[in-house]
């Protein structure tokens, strides 16, 4: 097993003032061609917040939980952080490895899911800042993806168990779940696990909970693309659309693509879905993402463990079985044309 001498949380980031709003979406749409009006759109909804996005401290909140669940497991590796779009970002903490004489990491993906956003861009990321570094820069592994790992699924079965036992027994019968995650092109999807993943999380959530097959349902929320170009649907709001012209009146949105309330979930579920929702007379209800719940941290410790243990068991549930420890070559294409796959 490789000798590993850190962690690193690899995440996406977000602003954490009004002036760091602009530059953070510029950063997350570089080379992507996005008209200057939509940047001001969104960063709207991050001024409604007072242009503080929460994901900063929640992963902060994750890195304090993750070194004290690794010390409780007897291994001793420093947990690094670095960020895709906004400070810190990767090649500053690359950087700072390579003073402390990291040779080698293993980064954890804060994504569960594999897509080319979720997964091989950041691995371009992790290259891109060893290339910047220069020669000290330390190897990195990344752990495999966790959609069905059973601290992670019992992690998202208690969030939304908390929602469904706040009901009385009618309401809890009836009442539908959408599960909702971040739309990505179809030519994106075409080319990965993306969907599959989380189709089966969510069985696996539903399932442990009681929720008949058919009362829930997968949706997709946050598309930012050009409008003629297909992405992964229904959208949450067509989907409350849909359900109110069917008859259905109650609601529980479990945002389970996403690991913590970041912007995405308070404005896309909390404002919007939440608004349309009073709009059709619907009860709404919005299950909390994992964010530190014990079971998501003890499940980033395990995965740890079994990289740095060849004896530690490999944990998973469902029928998909554990991902690959190191993607193949061609993994979760952008979709752009004549890019190779490797859908598996």
């Known amino acids: 097993m490789p000798d590993y001498e850190a962690v690193l949380l690899v995440g996406f980031g977000g602003p954490e003032s009004r002036d760091d709003v602009l530059p953070f979406l510029e950063n997350v749409t570089r080379g992507r061609r996005v008209p200057r009006e939509r940047l001001l759109e969104v960063a709207e909804h991050y001024y409604r917040f007072g242009g503080v996005s929460p994901l900063n401290d929640q992963v902060r909140a994750v890195k304090a939980c993750l070194e004290n669940d690794l010390a409780d497991r007897g291994i001793s ?8 779009n906004w400070h810190p970002l990767l090649a500053d903490t690359m950087a700072e490895m390579a003073v402390a004489g990291v040779k080698r990491a293993l980064a954890i993906v804060l994504s569960a899911y594999s897509s080319y956003s979720s997964c091989r861009q950041y691995l371009e990321n992790l290259d891109e800042a060893r290339r910047v570094v220069g020669r000290n820069a330390p190897q990195v592994d990344k752990t495999r993806a966790f959609f069905n790992h059973p601290g992670f699924v019992g992690a998202n079965v208690d969030c939304l168990r908390e929602e469904l036992n706040a009901l009385d027994e009618d309401s809890r019968r009836r009442v539908h779940v959408a599960f909702t995650a971040h739309s990505i092109p179809r030519v994106m999807a075409d080319g ?25 349902q997968v949706v997709f929320q946050s598309r930012s693309g050009r409008p003629q170009d297909p992405w992964l649907g229904p959208d949450i709001l067509d989907h409350l659309r849909s ?12 945002p389970i693509g996403f690991l913590s309330d970041h912007l995405e979930v308070l404005f896309d579920l909390d404002v919007e879905a939440a608004g ?42 469902g029928e998909m079985g554990p991902g690959d420890d190191v993607c193949p070559i061609g993994c979760c294409p952008s979709g752009q044309p004549g890019e190779r796959t490797a859908k598996r």
Not at 77 to 83: A, F, I, R, S, T
Not at 192 to 216: F, P
Not at 288 to 314: I, K, Y
Request: net charge negative; proline share 2%; glycine share 10%.
């Open 243 to 254: 359900l109110d012209a069917s008859g259905e009146d109650a609601v529980i949105v479990h």
């Open 192 to 216: 990965c696990c993306y969907e599959d993943q989380i189709n089966e999380t969510s069985r696996l959530v539903a399932e442990a909970c009681g929720v008949g097959s058919k009362r829930w």
């Open 276 to 317: 349309l929702a009073g709009e059709l007379q619907m009860t709404f209800r919005r299950a909390a993402t994992v964010g530190v719940h014990p079971g998501f941290v003890g499940m980033l410790g395990q995965l740890v463990e079994e990289r740095c243990n060849d004896s530690a068991e490999r944990l998973t549930c």
């Open 77 to 84: 590796l420093p947990v690094y952080w670095g960020n895709r």
